[in-house]
C-alpha cells in the first residue's frame, strides 16, 4: 500500500511539473490566422447584386460576400477554439456603394469587428478620401460600434501642414497604433501595419501625410515586439504586394528577406491569390486574392518560441456558403441607408435597374470591351455638359484616356443580363471630389499638342511593363500602333483619331504641329499625366493646356462643371457619367431597358501591338531617345571596332 502511495505521489508530482512548464511555455500546440485582403466594401459579392441569395445555396455563380466570411469565421473559430486570429492586410473600403456613407457611418469598421476580425492595417485606398476624411471614417466607427484595431507604423505626419492634423489626433487617440499585441490560448502576438512603396506611390491624396521605409520600419518593429515585449509570434500586415509575373518577387518577399524575425507576412494590395504559402527566409507570406472571393486559413504548430508551417487552405467563397443572418441584415439596412441620404437625392435607388446587356464586358491588360465603354463614356459624358461652338468640331472632346487602376470590376450578365446601379458603380467607384469633398473622382477636360498625346500613349508602351497593369491605358476616340521592340518612350509608331463609326485620320504628332486637341479624364489619371515626367527624366513631360494654349496650373479649373449658371463648380463624377451612359442606349428588345449596344461585345481593336525589328517598324516617327539610342549604339559599335583593328 505504502509503494502505491509512493508511485500515486511521483505520478502526480509530475504531472503537475508538465502542466508547470506548459503553463510557463504557454503555447498552444496548434495556432490559427484567418485572413482577407482588399476587400473594397464588396460585401455583396463579386457578380450581379440581384443574383446574389446568401441565404439559398446552389443558385447563383456570384462569389464572395461579407455574410458568407463571417459563417466561415465562425466556423474555423468553432473548431480551433481559441488558438485563432482573424487579420485583414488593408484596401477594405473604397469599391462599392457601401463606401458612400463610410464618413458618416464607419460602416466597413463596424461590420468586420462584428464579423470577428481581431486586427486590420490601412491600405492606399483608406486616404482616397483625404486624410480628414479617414480620420471622419475612424471616428464615426468608433462612436456607432467600434472597429477591430487598427496598426500601421510607418505614417509620418507633416508638422508644420494642418492637414493632417485631424488624422494625426486619432492616431494618437489610440484608434490607430503602430502595432498591437494580443494573447489568444496562451499565445503572446505582436502585430504590425506596414503601407508599400508602390501603395504609397498611388495614394497621392494622403498628402500631407508621408510613409516612411518600410523595411526600416519593419525591423523596428520586430525588435520592440521581441525585445521589449516578448512576444512569440510576430506577424506583419503588409499593404505592399507581390510581384506576380516572377516567382518569388515583390515587395513582401523583400521585406521578408530584408528583416530578421518576421514569423508570417499578410500580405495585400496586388490582389495576388496564393494557393500556397511562400516561406522566405524562415517567414511564411501569404494572400488570399482580392474582393472576398477567398478566405485564407493558416495553421501554425507553436515550439518554444518557434512557429512551423502546419496547413494552409484558400476557402472559396461561393454559393455552397449560406451566409450570417444577422451580418446581412446589416448590409440589407446599409444598402437602405444609401438609398435614401445619397442616390435618393440623385434619382437612383440602389438596386434600380439602369442597362442590360447579352454578354460580359471584362477587363484585360489589353484592348478590352470594358474599357472601351468606359473610355467611351467619358468623352461622351464631357461633350454632354461641354457641346462646345460653332468654331468647329475641335471643341468637341478628340480623346479620352482610363486607367485600368481605375476601373475597378467587370461587368457580368448573370441570370437576367440586367444591370442595377449597384453594378455600374463598382466599374468606376474610386475618388473624391476636389470641390465638393463628395466619393467619386470628377471629370476634367484639357487640351494637348499631338506630341503629348503620343507621350501619354507612352505610359501603356513603356511605363506599364514596369510598373504594372494598374498602368494600363484604355483609350477612346483613336486607334494607335506601337512596336514593343523599340526604344523606352518612343514604341508608338502612328496614331489615328475618330470612331469606327466615323472613320480615322491620321495625327501628324510632329512638334511642329501646334494644333491643340480636347482630352478627357478622371482627375486621378489626369494628375499622373501631368506629373508623368517627373517619373521619366523629362522624356514625357506633358503640359495640361486650356482651350487658348495657356498652361493649367490647378487642375480643379479643368473640372467639369454639371451646371455652369450655379455658383461654385458642380463637378461630374465619373460613376454618375458611367450610369448615364449605360442608361442612354437603344431599348432593342422594347422592354423600357436600354441595351448595351453589341459594338461592345468584342474590343474594338484600339491598341495594337505589332513587334517587329524591321527597320521601317524600328525608326517610323521616332523622336530623339530612339535617335540618341541609336547615335549611342554606333558609338559604342565603332568603339568596339577601333580597338579590335
Request: proline share 4%; aromatic share 8%; charged share 20%.
Amino acid at each position: 500500500m505504502a509503494c502505491q502511495s509512493k508511485w500515486f505521489l511521483w505520478w502526480l508530482s509530475m504531472c503537475l511539473g508538465l502542466a508547470l512548464i506548459t503553463a510557463q511555455a504557454g503555447h498552444a500546440e496548434a495556432f490559427t490566422i484567418v485572413h482577407t485582403n482588399d476587400l473594397h466594401s464588396h460585401f455583396l459579392g463579386v457578380g450581379p447584386n440581384i443574383d446574389y441569395t446568401p441565404f439559398v445555396t446552389g443558385d447563383d455563380a456570384t462569389v464572395g460576400g461579407i455574410s458568407r466570411i463571417a459563417t466561415v469565421i465562425k466556423g474555423v473559430r468553432k473548431e480551433a477554439g481559441e488558438a485563432v486570429v482573424v487579420l485583414d492586410g488593408g484596401d477594405f473600403m473604397m469599391g462599392s456603394l457601401f463606401h458612400m456613407v463610410a464618413p458618416e457611418e464607419g460602416f466597413e469598421l463596424r461590420i468586420l469587428k462584428e464579423c470577428g476580425y481581431d486586427v486590420l492595417t490601412l491600405g492606399n485606398h483608406e486616404f482616397d478620401l483625404k486624410p480628414e476624411g479617414l480620420a471622419r471614417i475612424l471616428r464615426s466607427a468608433a462612436k456607432m460600434g467600434g472597429a477591430p484595431q487598427i496598426v500601421a507604423a510607418n505614417t509620418v505626419f507633416d508638422p508644420d501642414d494642418t492637414a493632417d492634423d485631424s488624422l494625426e489626433d486619432v492616431f494618437q487617440n489610440g484608434l490607430v497604433k503602430p502595432f498591437t499585441i494580443i494573447s489568444r490560448a496562451g499565445v503572446k502576438i505582436g502585430i504590425f501595419g506596414l503601407l508599400g512603396e508602390d501603395a504609397s506611390d498611388v495614394a497621392p491624396f494622403a498628402a500631407p501625410l508621408t510613409f516612411a521605409d518600410p523595411i526600416q520600419t519593419a525591423q523596428a518593429m520586430v525588435d520592440i515586439l521581441k525585445s521589449e515585449h516578448r512576444v512569440d509570434l510576430v506577424i506583419c500586415l503588409s499593404h505592399s504586394g507581390l510581384d506576380s509575373s516572377e516567382k518569388k518577387a515583390g515587395e513582401d518577399v523583400r521585406l521578408a528577406k530584408n528583416v530578421d524575425g518576421i514569423d508570417v507576412i499578410i500580405s495585400a494590395h496586388t490582389h495576388t491569390l496564393l494557393r500556397e504559402p511562400m516561406i522566405v527566409e524562415d517567414t511564411i507570406i501569404v494572400q488570399a486574392g482580392a474582393y472576398g472571393r477567398h478566405v485564407g486559413v493558416l495553421k501554425l504548430s507553436l515550439d518554444d518560441t518557434v512557429s512551423h508551417f502546419q496547413a494552409y487552405e484558400q476557402i472559396e467563397i461561393n454559393d455552397s456558403i449560406a451566409g450570417d443572418r444577422h451580418i446581412q441584415t446589416m448590409v440589407d439596412e446599409a444598402r437602405e441607408l444609401i438609398s435614401l441620404t445619397v442616390l435618393n437625392a440623385k434619382g437612383f435607388t440602389f438596386d434600380q435597374i439602369i442597362a442590360q446587356t447579352r454578354f460580359d464586358l471584362t477587363l484585360k491588360e489589353a484592348d478590352s470591351n470594358l474599357g472601351n465603354l468606359v473610355a467611351d463614356s467619358i468623352r461622351w459624358s464631357i461633350d454632354s455638359y461641354q457641346q462646345g461652338s460653332a468654331e468647329g468640331p475641335k471643341e468637341r472632346t478628340d480623346v479620352a484616356f482610363e486607367s485600368n487602376g481605375v476601373i475597378r470590376d467587370n461587368i457580368f450578365k448573370g441570370k437576367t443580363g440586367m444591370l442595377a446601379v449597384c453594378d455600374l458603380f463598382r466599374v468606376v467607384p474610386l475618388g473624391v471630389g476636389m470641390m465638393d469633398e463628395t466619393p467619386g473622382y470628377p471629370l476634367v477636360s484639357i487640351y494637348l499638342y499631338p506630341h503629348e498625346i503620343k507621350k501619354a500613349l507612352e505610359v501603356l508602351t513603356s511605363v506599364y511593363p514596369m510598373k504594372g497593369s494598374d498602368y494600363f491605358l484604355q483609350v477612346s476616340g483613336l486607334k494607335f500602333r506601337y512596336n514593343p521592340n523599340r526604344v523606352i518612350f518612343d514604341r508608338v509608331v502612328d496614331i489615328y483619331l475618330g470612331d469606327d463609326a466615323q472613320g480615322y485620320e491620321k495625327l501628324d504628332t510632329s512638334r511642329s504641329n501646334t494644333t491643340l486637341y480636347k482630352v478627357g479624364g478622371n482627375i486621378y489619371n489626369t494628375t499622373f499625366l501631368k506629373l508623368i515626367g517627373d517619373f521619366t527624366w523629362g522624356i514625357l513631360t506633358i503640359v495640361p493646356k486650356d482651350k487658348n494654349g495657356d498652361p493649367i496650373n490647378d487642375l480643379r479649373d479643368a473640372i467639369v462643371d454639371t451646371d455652369p449658371e450655379t455658383a461654385g463648380i458642380q463637378e461630374l463624377k465619373q460613376w454618375e457619367a458611367f450610369l448615364a451612359f449605360a442608361g442612354s442606349f437603344e431599348d432593342i428588345d422594347s422592354n423600357g431597358i436600354p441595351d448595351i449596344p453589341l459594338v461592345y461585345q468584342i474590343p474594338q481593336a484600339r491598341i495594337i501591338q505589332e513587334t517587329s525589328w524591321n527597320p521601317v517598324m524600328f525608326f517610323k516617327n521616332a523622336t530623339y531617345p530612339t535617335w540618341l539610342a541609336t547615335l549611342g549604339g554606333v558609338i559604342l559599335l565603332t568603339g568596339v571596332l577601333v580597338l579590335a583593328l
